[in-house]
């Protein structure tokens, strides 16, 4: 009777322990979890202050790039850099810029230079590089 007993006795202390340790990996599992979402949120929310941040460095970039070589605008000018406004009148006068020279990227000029490089066989990112710029400086004479 005894020998019942203790094995009973040890039975449910097995079985209370096993209901504790699924009790506390069901809490570990929600901590985790609870964890994960909070990341997650956190994550976006950084996401969206970037692209926010990378907008208005976008639109707030003042596009002024040094030339392979001197362009007709160096030589008239003696300068060796291409800025918003003259990128927006050799992209008008190349036909390809319809708005005002303001000089501010907006996206009539982005759309513009991406027409004028396509059409210049140079990578239409919208971007005005070196080999961009170098096009373009053949229109500001």
Partial sequence: M???LFVLFLA???LSGCATTTKRHNTQI???QDRINYLELELEKKNMEMAATEKDAFLSYDYDISLDSKSAA???SGKSKLSV???QTALKNSGFYKGPIDGKVGPKTKEAIKEFQKANDLKADGMVGKRTAKKLSVYLK
């Fill in 30 to 32: 929600q901590q985790l």
């Fill in 85 to 87: 406004k003259e990128a």
């Fill in 12 to 14: 449910a202390i097995f």
């Fill in 2 to 4: 005894k020998a019942k």
């Fill in 74 to 76: 160096e030589k008239d």
